[in-house]
């Protein structure tokens, strides 16, 4: 069975200080890994994809990276409204897009 | 930037009421699909749509459930006898035809069953 694990569950960071988040997968096969920022009451919204290992993709203060067991959310001096909860994704098959999703970290960045 | 919108944003039924989600998914998009998120739990897949049929259906998406869409802009997540069970944040997405191209989600349906 398909699985992806986040952690940590909660990270509360001052404003400014950068960290990283985990995700790590047991997903047969995987084709894609896919990163999303979720806000409280609002669906998932489209950051990253990342298909192969090695592969690093950026926007802002985030960057993603992706090994052959994991992947990684670096955040680079984060501001208040990068509080969120990220989501990653697995998928292993593009046509149906069955993703398995992660439980996600909820960010906490304090002025 | 396009976006897929969802109606209602909340939606209230008694259990074994029929309820009706409604997607409009964004215009140049071919691929549909449904996710819901019970509270504090992970986004689970639904079922995925595409040329007018089901393309992928997960084993929480039983004979109670059904999608149609039904014209050209709209796309329907039914549940025919709703259960406390299925209250939940429903989400509607879709993608570009391009295979490996992310799914954009809608802000999702927040149903209660009481």
């Known amino acids: 069975e398909d699985q992806v694990t986040q952690s940590p569950e909660a990270l509360r960071l001052q404003e400014g200080e950068s960290s990283s988040l985990n995700c790590s997968y047991t997903v047969s096969g995987l084709r894609g890994l896919f990163w999303y920022r979720q806000d409280p009451g609002k669906g998932p919204e489209f950051l990253f994809t990342?298909?192969?290992a090695g592969e690093e993709k950026e926007k802002e203060r985030l960057k993603a990276t992706l090994t052959k067991k994991e992947s990684f959310l670096h955040i680079t001096a984060p501001k208040p409204e990068d509080s969120a909860t990220y989501l990653c994704?697995?998928?292993?098959?593009?046509?149906?897009?069955?993703?398995?999703f992660g439980t996600g970290t909820r960010l906490t960045i304090i002025p | 930037e396009p976006e897929v919108t969802q109606t209602p944003s909340h939606q209230v039924t008694q259990m074994g009421q029929e309820v009706i989600l409604r997607c409009v998914p964004i215009s140049n998009h071919l691929y549909f699909y449904w996710y819901r998120q019970i509270l504090g739990q992970k986004v689970e897949f639904l079922v995925s749509f595409y040329n007018n049929e089901i393309s992928e259906k997960s084993e929480i998406f039983d004979d109670q459930f059904s999608v149609e869409r039904p014209d050209g802009s709209n796309f329907t997540l039914k549940i025919r006898s709703t259960k406390l069970e299925d209250s939940a944040m429903y989400f509607c997405?879709?993608?570009?035809?391009?295979?490996?191209?992310?799914?954009?989600f809608g802000n999702g349906t927040r149903l209660t069953v009481t």
């Open positions: 994704a697995g998928v292993s098959n593009f046509g149906n897009e069955k993703l398995t």
């Open positions: 990342l298909y192969s």
């Open positions: 997405a879709s993608r570009r035809q391009n295979l490996g191209s992310p799914l954009h």
